[in-house]
């Protein structure tokens, strides 16, 4: 088993939706029973691929991260040809309090916390990641979100506010190569990517993280 030397890294910082929260089960629990409202059927693989491709470009569009939900699901009813009404437009963003944590996330962040200071670098708005942090039961010492940072990873603004307030040296965990690993790298961090085999809603692109594992679990049982 591949093994990480844990005095190497005072902090691990985490992206949050598709390596500790489950986006992919979340994103689909919502739409899926709003589409069937509609009698439109797609499988989650289209959701999820529309997801990845739509949500980069809303977010370079500004905006909260609440209005990108919305924004997105507007677009998609305009592909499949039906029209969402407000409340579930803004009924999006609200799903995020029941969209679950992964099996293994609680357990391995709580062993994780015994080593390093923890914290989240995250694409969300600051009240919607309220709902997750209650779900994780962490103790993160740090929560960097899109909100605070005013643009969206992969910019790099978001990973030079995240290092502003973290001890390092740093290692950054994560699911998205898109989102997470590119940058990250380039703001000259070591990574970890979480290659989960899980649906997922992110862009796919080409990255070379540090390290890789499969699960949070098998991560924290090499660092811990």
């Not at 992206?15 to 059927?41: E, F, K, N």
């Not at 969209?99 to 670098?121: G, Q, R, T």
């Amino acid at each position: 088993m591949t093994k990480i030397n844990a005095r190497d890294y005072a902090t691990l910082t985490f992206d949050c939706y598709g390596t500790l929260i489950d986006w992919g089960a979340g994103i689909t629990g919502y739409l899926q029973p709003l589409l069937a409202r509609y009698d439109v059927h797609v499988i989650d693989e289209f959701l999820l691929e529309a997801f990845a491709e739509l949500e980069p470009e809303l977010q370079a569009e500004g905006g909260a991260y609440r209005d990108v939900l919305a924004r997105l699901l507007q677009r998609l009813g305009e592909r499949l040809a039906f029209q969402p009404k407000p409340e579930e437009l803004a009924g999006f963003a609200d799903s995020i309090a029941q969209w679950p944590a992964f099996e293994d996330s609680i357990a391995a962040l709580e062993a994780l916390a015994s080593h390093f200071e923890l914290a989240v670098v995250s694409n969300i708005d600051d009240d919607l990641f309220k709902h997750s942090a209650k779900r994780l039961q962490a103790p993160f010492a740090h929560v960097v979100t899109a909100q605070q940072a005013q643009v969206y990873k992969p910019d790099p603004r978001v990973f030079e506010l995240a290092l502003s307030r973290v001890k390092g040296p740093v290692l950054h965990v994560a699911q998205s190569r898109f989102h997470d690993i590119v940058p990250a790298t380039a703001a000259g961090l070591d990574t970890v990517w979480i290659n989960r085999p899980a649906k997922d809603a992110a862009k796919p692109v080409a990255a070379s993280p540090t390290w890789t594992f499969t699960s949070l679990a098998e991560f924290a049982a090499a660092v811990c």
